[in-house]
């Protein structure tokens, strides 16, 4: 919102919410009619019913570019603003359809009013020409000046400010206006388009040329990554006049007062509004190399439908805890060509890159899927793809790599151990976050508590938690006598005396992890506590208990560029995993922490608190 919203700046079906795409309904359905119902040749027109198609196309277009500057800049390779991005912008901008179903509802509305419009042929190459001509003439003239009046305090504070409330710009950051000004842009490129078709020499390839050429120019011009090669410019060097690069608008947003135009530089040029540090910049973000991080967050997919929620897919869901949504189901085609590009792809990619302070954090993601871990068949593939990520982490020099979700499986590698026995030299630490996970679970029970019950596979954290609660004196009860036995042989004689074998489900805190089943959690008594000490979170069977996340923490607000949900956990919230990788390089603790090897539990709690880590509380979870 500008810092002083001016009159028309909400859009007119904000009210709708995710219900918005209604308005264009009605022409949808009457195109589709006419088209394919209507008796009479004379109203197919192809120009009509191609509308819908033109404007999926756009969204898809937005949603490419998106996911690859997303990518690149997370790489660090020709990026060009280094500001971080973090909820608030995203969003922000998580309307930036609302310009695709504006400019729908005009081209159906247009077409509707104007009978030039119809049936128009194919391809006129007269057409074409007047279009380019008019937008490298009027159309970039008016921009000009219509952009500088824009950043008069009048304006800018009612209206444009809203746009510039992003430094560091993602592609969509171009369409992000109030209503207003968006009226004033689509009365700018309409011009070329309204005088094809009143000359008659208008057609359907110029008109989708136009409005490809202009998304592309946006979206470019605002992903923050260099693209345009230098040889470009050294070939045909006036291009530079009539040609704007990523690096050129990025300093419109961070100076504000200079590189005015829309995407032909030639009028800050003519009246000297070209920000003199333009070739520099450009030149460098050219140069710049792929970051080295200090810490490295190994994942990896978890469900076929979560590659629309990781940060390089859809901002509105990655922005918020992983849960299911219904019109994803709709999208399985892409789905399923997302799951063949990984299968055939078959590399480690990074997903996202953090500062914690003045350490470094990337996020790489094994492309293999929850299910995937659990096949035999799958194991050597999965191993040899974590062992590359850690060798190659090793040959950048990364001090610390963390493994998450299931890479640390004790079936699939003993916690990491396998990777430190084939490379025994290895000068990256591998960490597998056990430590602070039971630090965080044992922080999570409500003081008082005298009695726990364990439940579900058994792991190093698992027993890890009976044998500080043992030793503490808490009662440790668990339902299953082979549990039972496991942990009573893991246990020193003393602390034993603390484990029982229960067949009651009287206390109303329960530890659990992964196989918890439904029929368990519906013996447990109404108010029970559910801590999880797994990866995955239990499927919820009870509305009458209460759920705890997955052992996680609470960021502190030095954390930068966080504008994506780790999975099912809330914003600013990190696995324990995860944040065990980062405090390792922060401490500077030489040791690995793979096998059955474990930290010191209170002094890894204590690391995690004075460098800002705050306890996630039963509140927070339920928000």
Avoid at 5 to 26: H, M, Q, S
Avoid at 104 to 118: D, N, R, S, V
Avoid at 342 to 352: K, M, Q
């Amino acid at each position: 919102m500008a810092s002083k919203p001016g009159i028309l700046t909400e859009w007119p079906w904000t009210c709708l919410g995710n219900f918005k795409y209604l308005v264009l309904a009605p022409f949808v359905c009457h195109s589709t009619y006419t088209y394919f119902m209507s008796k009479d040749e004379r109203q197919r027109d192809i120009g009509y019913i191609i509308i819908l198609p033109l404007l999926l196309s756009r969204i898809i277009h937005n949603q490419i570019w998106i996911s690859l500057s997303r990518y690149k800049t997370a790489k660090g390779n020709n990026r060009i603003v280094d500001k971080s991005i973090e909820f608030d912008q995203v969003d922000r901008e998580s309307n930036w359809d609302d310009q695709i179903i504006f400019n729908g509802l005009l081209y159906y509305i247009g077409y509707l009013m104007l009978e030039q419009a119809h049936h128009l042929p194919f391809w006129r190459s007269d057409g074409i020409i007047i279009i380019g001509l008019l937008h490298s003439g009027p159309v970039e003239f008016l921009y000009y000046w219509l952009h500088r009046a824009l950043h008069h305090h009048f304006l800018y504070s009612r209206y444009h400010s809203h746009h510039h409330s992003s430094i560091a710009t993602e592609p969509i950051t171009s369409v992000i206006h109030p209503f207003a000004e968006h009226i004033s842009y689509f009365t700018l490129f309409s011009i070329p388009l309204f005088t094809t078709v009143f000359t008659g020499t208008a057609s359907i390839a110029s008109f989708g040329a136009y409005v490809t050429y202009i998304d592309f120019m946006n979206n470019m011009g605002h992903c923050n990554f260099e693209l345009i090669p230098k040889w470009i410019f050294s070939v045909f060097p006036p291009l530079k006049y009539f040609m704007y690069t990523p690096s050129y608008h990025s300093l419109h947003h961070t100076q504000f007062r200079t590189n005015y135009s829309l995407f032909m530089p030639m009028y800050d040029y003519i009246y000297d509004t070209l920000d003199k540090s333009s070739d520099t910049l450009y030149e460098k973000s050219l140069e710049r190399e792929a970051e080295v991080p200090d810490v490295v967050h190994l994942t990896h997919l978890t469900t076929p439908e979560s590659i629309y929620h990781l940060r390089l897919g859809f901002a509105s869901l990655a922005s918020n805890p992983h849960t299911s949504r219904w019109y994803v189901w709709l999208m399985w085609p892409v789905t399923l060509w997302s799951i063949m590009i990984t299968w055939i792809y078959g590399r480690t990619f990074v997903v996202e890159r953090n500062i914690f302070k003045n350490i470094k954090l990337q996020t790489w993601a094994i492309p293999k899927y929850r299910v995937q871990y659990f096949m035999k068949w799958q194991r050597e593939t999965i191993n040899k793809l974590i062992e590359e990520s850690i060798m190659e982490a090793d040959n950048k020099g990364i001090k610390v790599l963390s493994l998450g979700l299931l890479n640390q499986e004790e079936k699939l590698n003993s916690n990491g151990e396998l990777y430190l026995k084939r490379h025994p030299q290895l000068r990256v630490k591998v960490v597998d976050g056990s430590s602070l996970a039971v630090a965080v679970v044992l922080n999570s029970i409500p003081k008082g508590t005298s009695q726990v019950v364990l439940r579900g596979r058994l792991s190093k954290v698992a027993y890890s938690i009976a044998l500080a609660l043992c030793q503490r004196g808490i009662q440790v009860a668990t339902l299953d006598e082979e549990d039972y036995k496991r942990l009573n042989a893991k246990l020193t004689h003393e602390a034993a005396t603390n484990l029982v074998l229960s067949k009651s489900f009287v206390s109303k805190t329960w530890l659990v992890g992964d196989g918890l089943s439904e029929d368990e959690q519906l013996k447990a008594p109404k108010g029970t506590l559910f801590i999880p000490y797994s990866q995955f979170p239990p499927r919820k069977a009870r509305k009458d208990c209460f759920y705890f996340n997955t052992p996680a923490m609470i960021t502190p607000k030095h954390l930068e560029n966080v504008d994506s949900c780790e999975n099912w956990l809330p914003r600013r919230v990190m696995s324990a995993w995860r944040i065990a990788g980062i405090l390792h390089a922060l401490e500077g603790w030489n040791e690995n922490e793979c096998g059955d090897m474990m930290f010191d539990i209170e002094k890894v709690w204590k690391a995690s608190v004075d460098h800002g880590f705050r306890p996630l509380t039963l509140v927070a979870t339920s928000n």
